[in-house]
């Protein structure tokens, strides 16, 4: 059973900068992170292959956020930069053992385990 762990959520003004962390009780495969607000679907916003570095953005965050692990590889960021009202949302670490083809990454049906969550909010 893989523990996940976050933290670095806060409220900032827009143009701010946060980053969050996500430390795992042992590597995995891809490690990412989701965001959700109430009465929505979770949405993928970035993923990181643990063993090669190879990163996959959402759209809405390409440019503006970078994922990122340390050496041990168990512990995994979200520099998210030139922060928007929009970007406003409970932020999810997810992790999945095995791997993922395409587009499924996005999906939260496809990792196992998933940490309590860290709410960042964003302010006009």
């Known amino acids: 059973q893989v523990q996940l762990q976050e933290s670095g959520g806060g409220s900032v003004q827009a143009g701010a900068s946060l980053r969050l962390s996500c430390t795992a009780s042992?590597?995995?495969?891809?490690m990412a992170w989701f965001r959700q607000n109430p009465g929505k679907e979770r949405e993928g916003v970035a993923i990181?292959?643990?063993?090669?570095?190879?990163?996959v953005y959402a759209d809405s965050v390409k440019d503006r956020f970078t994922i990122s692990q340390d050496t041990p590889k168990t512990t995994m960021y979200l520099q998210m930069n030139t922060l928007k009202p929009e970007d406003t949302s409970m932020y999810f670490c997810?992790?999945?053992?095995?791997?993922?083809?395409?587009?499924?990454?996005?999906?939260?049906?496809?990792?196992?385990?998933w940490g309590q969550g860290t709410q960042v909010t964003v302010s006009s």
């Open positions: 990181i292959r643990t063993g090669t570095g190879r990163t």
């Open positions: 997810a992790a999945a053992t095995g791997p993922l083809y395409g587009d499924s990454w996005r999906f939260s049906k496809f990792y196992a385990y």
């Open positions: 042992e590597r995995t495969y891809y």
